[in-house]
Each structure stands twice: as structure tokens, then as C-alpha cells.
Antibody, heavy 123, light 110 residues
Framework: EVQLVESGGGLVQPGRSLRLSCAASGFTFDDYAMHWVRQAPGKGLEWVSGISWNSGSIGYADSVKGRFTISRDNAKNSLYLQMNSLRAEDTALYYC????????????????WGQGTLVTVSS | QSALTQPASVSGSPGQSITISCTGTSSDVGSYNLVSWYQQHPGKAPKLMIYEVSKRPSGVSNRFSGSKSGNTASLTISGLQAEDEADYYCCSYAGSSHAVFGGGTQLTVL
């Protein structure tokens, strides 16, 4: 059974940093690209960032480019999101999602999702 | 990277069919057959319903179907059931290692 478990969320002041983690199990982690998708309270989904299976292809939404860094550790079956210079508008539930296409990146096909970790940016 | 355009809400009676549109541009929906649809019930994580425009993941009812024409993709739900009431989001590859979601559509089953 595929499981994605996010952690690392919390309350943080504007301008500070936070690192999210996603622990994956139930599939061959290093065969698949992974993504972060967020959802602000009461709002829609926003793709944040994605990373290919070998970290060779990485993408960011314009809203986070230059502030967020995605990475993965295939030996630990883990995905990360380093979030710097956080703003109030980054407040959201952050989901880790598995790409549905093996050894390549579909960039739009997210077949498994975690339950999310809540990030609140406020003074 | 503008969000794809979806109607804010649609509604239908049990047994009816409804269609949700998702309008993008020639840089995203119009250029790639990489459009997916997600169902989200309140307080739950999204669920993949359609990928690559019209493919259904294993376990998804064949009442759900997808299509695309030009810059607009569509999700059709036939034989509407009460449990279909949820928010629906489209998503498309937008080139240059980017994805973009639609704003979401709230489906009400009357």
C-alpha cells in the first residue's frame, strides 16, 4: 500500500524558514517523480514544486521560485521542501504527491497524496 | 502561470450527467495531452479521477470520463450519484517543468 506521510509543518514568523519532509513507502521511491502541492485555507489547489526520480529535472511555481528548494533522498525514501523567506500567503496545507508515470515526469498526474502538513505564517 | 479557468459551481440531479470545463491556453492545455482531474471531498486529500486527458485509474468508476478540444478540457460525470458531490480540480502540464491547476468547481447533487 502506497503511503505518503508529511511532517515539519507549524507556526512560523514571516521571513523565517521551515523544512517539510515526506516519508514514502509501499512503492519503489526512486522510480518516480514527486511533487509538493499546497492548499490555502478555503482555497483551491496550487502546484508548488516537482522533482524527477534522479533530481535531474526540477520545477517551481513562480510564487515560490527563489525561496523554496525541493530535494529528495532516495536512500531514505524521502522528499523535502526547504522553505525560506516565508510570507503570510504561504500559509497552507502542504501535500506530498507521487507522480503517476514511472521513470519520467508527467508533471500533472498525481496518483497518490499524503494527508498534508499545515504551515501557518504569522507574527 | 495563470490558473486554468473552471466554473465555480455546477449542479445536477441524481442520474443526470454534468460536464465541468477547464479552459487554459495554447501553452498548457492546448499543447499537451497531460491534463488530469481530481476529486476532493471536504477535509480529505484529492483523488486522481482522470489522467492524460481521458484515462481512468484503476478503481475509478467508468461514470467519469475526460476529453479535450483545443485549449479546453472537460470532465463528464454520468449517472450522477450523491457521493459525487465534491470539489473538482483540473491540472495541466504547462511546459518548462511546471504544472498548473484550475481554480476548482464545486459540484452539488440536488
Amino acid at each position: 500500500e502506497v503511503q505518503l506521510v508529511e511532517s515539519g509543518g507549524g507556526l512560523v514568523q514571516p521571513g523565517r524558514s521551515l523544512r517539510l519532509s515526506c516519508a514514502a513507502s509501499g512503492f519503489t521511491f526512486d522510480d518516480y517523480a514527486m511533487h509538493w502541492v499546497r492548499q490555502a485555507p478555503g482555497k483551491g489547489l496550487e502546484w508548488v514544486s516537482g522533482i524527477s526520480w534522479n533530481s535531474g529535472s526540477i520545477g517551481y511555481a513562480d510564487s515560490v521560485k527563489g525561496r523554496f528548494t525541493i530535494s529528495r533522498d532516495n536512500a531514505k525514501n524521502s522528499l523535502y521542501l526547504q522553505m525560506n523567506s516565508l510570507r503570510a500567503e504561504d500559509t497552507a496545507l502542504y501535500y506530498c504527491a507521487k507522480d503517476g508515470t514511472v521513470t519520467t515526469v508527467s508533471w500533472a498526474d498525481f496518483d497518490y497524496w499524503g494527508q498534508g502538513t499545515l504551515v501557518t505564517v504569522s507574527s | 502561470q495563470s490558473a486554468l479557468t473552471q466554473p465555480a459551481s455546477v449542479s445536477g440531479s441524481p442520474g443526470q450527467s454534468i460536464t465541468i470545463s477547464c479552459t487554459g491556453t495554447s501553452s498548457d492545455v492546448g499543447s499537451y495531452n497531460l491534463v488530469s482531474w481530481y476529486q476532493q471531498h471536504p477535509g480529505k486529500a484529492p483523488k486522481l479521477m482522470i489522467y492524460e486527458v481521458s484515462k481512468r485509474p484503476s478503481g475509478v468508476s467508468n461514470r467519469f470520463s475526460g476529453s479535450k478540444s483545443g485549449n479546453t478540457a472537460s470532465l463528464t460525470i454520468s449517472g450522477l450519484q450523491a457521493e459525487d458531490e465534491a470539489d473538482y480540480y483540473c491540472c495541466s502540464y504547462a511546459g518548462s517543468s511546471h504544472a498548473v491547476f484550475g481554480g476548482g468547481t464545486q459540484l452539488t447533487v440536488l
